[in-house]
């Protein structure tokens, strides 16, 4: 195991007002949970950095006096609140949703109970709302935990000896307003192409109004079949918002489709106003030569996402 | 123009308040979500079965504070539990943003005239049968701001009572008394709605970019 010369012990229930806190501990997988605990606590409360400083942007960009400039105020400031308190900035705390890439000596079944565990103790610190309902009894379990598919946690092996687990927490708003287009699509005038595609991301933003609190992010996947395109949606939401997509031509579809959205004058809230999204954030996957699919994961302002990264001893979180 | 409102509200301020404006709510709110509508609606409007005593004193409990009260849509993060014994004095709201409205539009036209509700606080907007209900109570719907759950939560001075825990912590009834509570009227009780507004300022807009071909 890691072999640090200064090891400082790993304090789960600190409350502290920064980003990018970093830990050292002894142990790896047979000590996770303390870690996955403070995975959970940053997520919930704790609304990274990147996502925070887009709505200080879209604040300036907002007139004082409006609707749209009260929201952002109001979003701001909670959202400082919630760091400073150690509570959940947004009391829906939706699907605990994790992507999870272990080294080839982590055992996946191991990742799994201890990640249901800890997220059954986060529930009852409060830093999660219970929100398994089993759909034919209304039975809701309490603690989070739901069957095979409550949470969802993906798992991928690493290419090195790094444990990599990120969670995004995903309300039900939002998640609500995701919606998935088989074009062609003969209302929208949507042809199998760029452009047809590009009318179905517009149209998605105009019918999601401000219903997924706005303003929010759009993971797109282009292609794929139902299942993939919505996974792939979900999981371009991991990419940070100053990051563009690493081919150029994706990259500018983002720009552009971004910067018509914002042209759509829905803003924060469904107020009326100049940001209505945040980013667009595209995925490409191979379709069938019958199927064209554009899938739309639509992530609220709340934007929370956070990654443990786990390595030899040391544990980081950004 | 900024509004601090207390509920019970009086009509002439409901009538005062106009799209846009700022408000500041202190007093008691009812929080209901889908299955707190559902019984409300079935047990003491459609009369689909006859109200227990229980359901009785429930309804006697509550209804005071609807008349010219506040019903908000949230599903809450609390700490602490419901005592054996009923008891909630060491509840706390922690988290408690809005959840969105639009889901309770099929039962919230009766509700409010039944319970002669004021206000109708929670996110997204209502459609045309709340709208057309709130200019006849009067009625308005107060947004307030969608994941700002902790910040709502602060403005909670005390936890009053809890009704149907069975439906779960966040389906369940709370009566909470909240001191300076912010959001916007985007539903006036003049017939105006800022949601209908900008769904058809941004379908013009949208238009331009979605040329017919």
Same mark, same amino acid.
């Given at each position: 195991m890691g072999v640090f010369s200064s090891r400082i012990p790993c304090r789960p229930n600190f409350l502290l007002p920064h980003h990018n806190l970093s830990c050292y501990t002894d142990e790896m997988s047979e000590n996770l949970s303390p870690h996955l605990l403070t995975l959970i606590r940053l997520t919930s409360t704790d609304l990274p950095p990147d996502v925070e400083t887009a709505l200080q942007v879209a604040s300036k960009n907002e007139i004082p006096g409006t609707p749209a400039h009260a929201a952002l105020r109001t979003i701001l400031h909670n959202v400082d609140l919630a760091r400073r308190n150690g509570?959940?900035?947004?009391?829906?705390?939706g699907t605990p949703t994790f992507y999870v890439a272990y080294p080839e000596d982590y055992s996946p079944h191991a990742l799994r109970d201890e990640i249901r565990q800890a997220i059954a103790a986060a529930t009852r610190q409060a830093l999660l709302r219970p929100n398994a309902v089993h759909p034919?009894? =209304? %039975?809701?379990?309490?603690?989070?935990?739901? =069957? %095979?598919?409550?949470p969802p946690i993906h798992f991928t092996e690493a290419q090195d000896d790094t444990l990599t687990i990120d969670l995004i927490l995903k309300g039900g708003g939002c998640e609500n307003v995701g919606t998935q287009y088989s074009l062609p699509d003969t209302t929208l005038q949507a042809a199998r192409d760029l452009d047809g595609v590009r009318r179905v991301v517009l149209d998605a933003v105009w019918q999601a109004q401000g219903r997924g609190c706005a303003p929010g992010v759009l993971g797109v996947a282009i292609g794929g079949d139902r299942a993939s395109g919505y996974q792939a949606a979900k999981q371009a939401l991991l990419r940070q918002l100053n990051a563009p997509h690493p081919d150029p031509q994706i990259a500018e579809l983002e720009n552009e489709w971004l910067s018509q959205a914002n042209q759509l004058g829905i803003g924060p809230m469904g107020f009326g106003g100049n940001t209505t999204l945040l980013g667009i954030k595209i995925a490409v996957l191979h379709r069938l030569p019958a199927s064209y699919f554009v899938s739309i994961a639509y992530m609220c302002w709340a934007y929370r996402r956070r990654r443990l990264s786990l390595r030899r001893g040391l544990a980081l979180f950004t | 123009m900024d509004h601090n409102l207390t509920f019970p509200l009086k009509d002439e301020d409901v009538l005062a308040l106009h799209l846009g404006d700022e408000v500041l709510l202190s007093g008691y709110l009812l929080t209901a979500r889908d299955a707190a509508h559902k019984w409300l609606l079935e047990t003491f409007i459609e009369n689909s079965h006859p109200p227990s005593p229980e359901d009785q004193n429930i309804r006697n409990t509550i209804a005071p504070f609807l008349d010219h009260g506040a019903i908000y849509h949230c599903g809450p993060i609390i700490s602490g539990e419901i005592a054996p014994n009923g008891s909630i004095n060491h509840i706390k709201f922690i988290s408690a943003g809005p959840t969105t409205s639009i889901r309770e539009e099929i039962y919230t036209d009766r509700l409010i005239k039944h319970f002669h509700v004021s206000a109708i606080i929670g996110k997204g907007g209502m459609g045309a049968n709340t709208l057309a209900t709130c200019q006849q109570v009067p009625a308005v719907y107060l947004h307030a701001i969608g994941g700002a759950g902790t910040l709502i939560a602060q403005t909670v001075q005390r936890v009053q009572a809890v009704y149907k825990p069975e439906f779960g912590i966040p389906e369940a009834i709370w009566i909470i008394e909240v001191k300076a509570f912010p959001a916007i009227v985007t539903m006036d009780a003049h017939g105006r709605s800022l949601h209908t507004r900008v769904a058809e300022q941004s379908r013009e807009a949208l238009e331009k970019y979605l040329p017919l071909k």
């Amino acid at each position: 195991m890691g072999v640090f010369s200064s090891r400082i012990p790993c304090r789960p229930n600190f409350l502290l007002p920064h980003h990018n806190l970093s830990c050292y501990t002894d142990e790896m997988s047979e000590n996770l949970s303390p870690h996955l605990l403070t995975l959970i606590r940053l997520t919930s409360t704790d609304l990274p950095p990147d996502v925070e400083t887009a709505l200080q942007v879209a604040s300036k960009n907002e007139i004082p006096g409006t609707p749209a400039h009260a929201a952002l105020r109001t979003i701001l400031h909670n959202v400082d609140l919630a760091r400073r308190n150690g509570t959940p900035l947004c009391q829906d705390t939706g699907t605990p949703t994790f992507y999870v890439a272990y080294p080839e000596d982590y055992s996946p079944h191991a990742l799994r109970d201890e990640i249901r565990q800890a997220i059954a103790a986060a529930t009852r610190q409060a830093l999660l709302r219970p929100n398994a309902v089993h759909p034919v009894s =209304g %039975e809701n379990t309490g603690n989070n935990l739901g =069957g %095979e598919f409550f949470p969802p946690i993906h798992f991928t092996e690493a290419q090195d000896d790094t444990l990599t687990i990120d969670l995004i927490l995903k309300g039900g708003g939002c998640e609500n307003v995701g919606t998935q287009y088989s074009l062609p699509d003969t209302t929208l005038q949507a042809a199998r192409d760029l452009d047809g595609v590009r009318r179905v991301v517009l149209d998605a933003v105009w019918q999601a109004q401000g219903r997924g609190c706005a303003p929010g992010v759009l993971g797109v996947a282009i292609g794929g079949d139902r299942a993939s395109g919505y996974q792939a949606a979900k999981q371009a939401l991991l990419r940070q918002l100053n990051a563009p997509h690493p081919d150029p031509q994706i990259a500018e579809l983002e720009n552009e489709w971004l910067s018509q959205a914002n042209q759509l004058g829905i803003g924060p809230m469904g107020f009326g106003g100049n940001t209505t999204l945040l980013g667009i954030k595209i995925a490409v996957l191979h379709r069938l030569p019958a199927s064209y699919f554009v899938s739309i994961a639509y992530m609220c302002w709340a934007y929370r996402r956070r990654r443990l990264s786990l390595r030899r001893g040391l544990a980081l979180f950004t | 123009m900024d509004h601090n409102l207390t509920f019970p509200l009086k009509d002439e301020d409901v009538l005062a308040l106009h799209l846009g404006d700022e408000v500041l709510l202190s007093g008691y709110l009812l929080t209901a979500r889908d299955a707190a509508h559902k019984w409300l609606l079935e047990t003491f409007i459609e009369n689909s079965h006859p109200p227990s005593p229980e359901d009785q004193n429930i309804r006697n409990t509550i209804a005071p504070f609807l008349d010219h009260g506040a019903i908000y849509h949230c599903g809450p993060i609390i700490s602490g539990e419901i005592a054996p014994n009923g008891s909630i004095n060491h509840i706390k709201f922690i988290s408690a943003g809005p959840t969105t409205s639009i889901r309770e539009e099929i039962y919230t036209d009766r509700l409010i005239k039944h319970f002669h509700v004021s206000a109708i606080i929670g996110k997204g907007g209502m459609g045309a049968n709340t709208l057309a209900t709130c200019q006849q109570v009067p009625a308005v719907y107060l947004h307030a701001i969608g994941g700002a759950g902790t910040l709502i939560a602060q403005t909670v001075q005390r936890v009053q009572a809890v009704y149907k825990p069975e439906f779960g912590i966040p389906e369940a009834i709370w009566i909470i008394e909240v001191k300076a509570f912010p959001a916007i009227v985007t539903m006036d009780a003049h017939g105006r709605s800022l949601h209908t507004r900008v769904a058809e300022q941004s379908r013009e807009a949208l238009e331009k970019y979605l040329p017919l071909k």
